[in-house]
T-cell receptor, first 115, second 113 residues
Framework: DAGVIQSPRHEVTEMGQEVTLRCKPISGHDYLFWYRQTMMRGLELLIY????????DSGMPEDRFSAKMPNASFSTLKIQPSEPRDSAVYFC?????????????FGQGTRLTVV | GNSVTQMEGPVTLSEEAFLTINCTYTATGYPSLFWYVQYPGEGLQLLLK?????DKGSNKGFEATYRKETTSFHLEKGSVQVSDSAVYFCALTRSGGSYIPTFGRGTSLIVHP
């Protein structure tokens, strides 16, 4: 398997624009997580899905953030409108829960810069 | 709730020095414990794991032992290399039935030649 695939790797956008980050989890995994990483706050869990259903979005900072998982092989994280303080690295991760196997597999991340 | 506490970084060592990065946790029941490594510009990769008390996880010369009595999972390596320079994250899952990974803040390791 190619692992968790995120696109784009880098995104530079102007304040106020809509940004969409994409993620393809590992085939067969039933959990999908979106994280945000910044120097100030470290790694923050934004939202997670189980079997394509959003379970907990309490980490989403504002209503400007939304996430969807229309099927088992694709998820998006959208920011509309974007602001400079949204600049961060966004990671998608997936896992398959089984006996003794609860580790998360991470994508390479999307580095978002909002100017 | 669940939490993971790691020592503050950066940790700066010379090549071939001994490494310890401390990690303690708070969790319900018997969580699984992990160390992840993040190289510059990359995502987190699983380095090692332990799923029950007294288990020792090991990989690439790194080791960590699941100590339930002290709720710790310290990372050690006997002789570090420049290529080990990265950020190391301690994490837990499967606490109280939750499979959501909880991560520490990360510890930056810098190894000089």
């Amino acid at each position: 398997d190619a692992g968790v695939i995120q696109s784009p790797r880098h995104e530079v956008t102007e304040m106020g624009q809509e940004v969409t980050l994409r993620c393809k989890p590992i085939s067969g995994h039933d959990y999908l997580f979106w994280y945000r990483q910044t120097m100030m706050r470290g790694l923050e869990l934004l939202i997670y899905f189980n079997n394509n259903v959003p379970i907990d979005d309490s980490g989403m900072p504002e209503d400007r953030f939304s996430a969807k998982m229309p099927n088992a092989s694709f998820s998006t994280l959208k920011i509309q409108p974007s602001e400079p303080r949204d600049s961060a690295v966004y990671f998608c991760a997936s896992s398959k829960v089984g006996t003794g196997n609860t580790e998360a597999f991470f994508g390479q991340g999307t580095r978002l810069t909002v100017v | 709730g669940n939490s993971v506490t790691q020592m503050e970084g950066p940790v700066t060592l010379s090549e071939e020095a001994f490494l310890t990065i401390n990690c303690t946790y708070t969790a319900t029941g018997y969580p699984s414990l992990f160390w992840y490594v993040q190289y510059p510009g990359e995502g987190l990769q699983l380095l090692l794991k332990a799923t029950k008390a007294d288990d020792k996880g090991s990989n690439k010369g790194f080791e960590a032992t699941y100590r339930k009595e002290t709720t710790s999972f310290h990372l050690e390596k006997g002789s570090v290399q420049v290529s080990d320079s990265a950020v190391y994250f301690c994490a837990l899952t499967r606490s109280g039935g939750s499979y959501i990974p909880t991560f520490g803040r990360g510890t930056s390791l810098i190894v000089h030649p």
